[in-house]
């Protein structure tokens, strides 16, 4: 199971990225695909899931209102659309990914990851 993600970068507070990632290798399309976030010395948290299959989301309660995540089967690929970003946003942001349909933040659940992609907002 491979997971890429990318879309990071430099954005100043109020502005805008959209995270993508790309998945391969997962056996049937019943998925669950999630963005994890670790700032630097914190531990790793979930920001917001999706399941694949029945578009069912899930979101921290820091992002909700202001971050989107959606998904194209066609290409599997998962994005987290990031508005109203917040100098507390920075940090590495990863994708996982788990067979099943079950929505969680967990990040225990999840057993496979992809590289992470920096975001950095300045205030």
């Known amino acids: 199971f491979q997971l890429q993600a990318s879309g990071g970068g430099l954005v100043q507070a109020g502005g805008s990225l959209r995270l993508s990632c790309v998945y391969s290798?997962?056996?049937?399309?019943?998925?669950?695909i999630g963005w994890f976030r670790q700032a630097p010395g914190k531990e790793r948290e979930g920001v917001s899931v999706?399941?694949?299959?029945?578009?069912?989301?899930n979101y921290a309660d820091s992002v909700k209102g202001r971050f989107t995540i959606s998904s194209d089967n066609a290409k599997n690929t998962v994005y987290l659309q990031m508005n109203n970003l917040k100098p507390e946003d920075t940090a590495v942001y990863h994708c996982?990914?788990?067979?099943?349909?079950?929505?969680?933040?967990?990040?225990?659940?999840?057993?496979?990851w992809g590289q992470g992609t920096l975001v950095t907002v300045s205030s």
């Open positions: 290798g997962f056996p049937t399309a019943y998925n669950t």
């Open positions: 996982a990914g788990q067979v099943g349909s079950y929505y969680t933040l967990v990040r225990e659940w999840y057993g496979y």
């Open positions: 999706i399941s694949v299959s029945d578009g069912k989301t």
